[in-house]
Nanobody
Framework: QVQLVESGGGLVQAGGSLRLSCAAS????????AGWFRQAPGKEREFVAF????????YYPDSVKGRFTISRDNTKNTMYLQMNSLKPEDTAVYYC?????????????????WGQGTQVTVSS
């Protein structure tokens, strides 16, 4: 098993930036593909970004493409989400998740391990 802990959330003005971190412990993080999801009040959990086990493959939905960047440092067992040009609609609780194997990157049900979430609030 792997345990995940997010950090780095907070309050930022529209147009600003935040970097989220996801620290993994337990089994070797590089064994798992990983991703970020978010959930706003009253809405379903939404896929935000995916990264392959080695980090050489990434995937984003159109809603964040060009603004968000996912990365990982397997030597530090940590994954990151750099968020730029933030918009009020990006406000949500952000979760990191990990799993292996995986077939559909954006399907939350395929992820076995989840962090507790970190709040991101973007003011207009």
């Amino acid at each position: 098993q792997v345990q995940l802990v997010e950090s780095g959330g907070g309050l930022v003005q529209a147009g600003g930036s935040l970097r989220l971190s996801c620290a993994a412990s337990g089994r070797t993080f590089s064994r798992y593909a990983a991703g970020w999801f978010r959930q706003a009040p009253g809405k379903e959990r939404e896929f935000v970004a995916f990264i392959s086990r080695s980090g050489d493959g990434t995937y984003y939905p159109d809603s964040v493409k060009g603004r968000f960047t996912i990365s990982r440092d397997n030597t530090k067992n940590t994954m990151y989400l750099q968020m730029n040009s933030l918009k009020p609609e990006d406000t949500a609780v952000y979760y990191c998740a990990a799993t292996w194997p995986i077939s559909v990157y954006g399907n939350a049900h395929e992820y076995d391990y989840w962090g507790q979430g970190t709040q991101v609030t973007v003011s207009s």
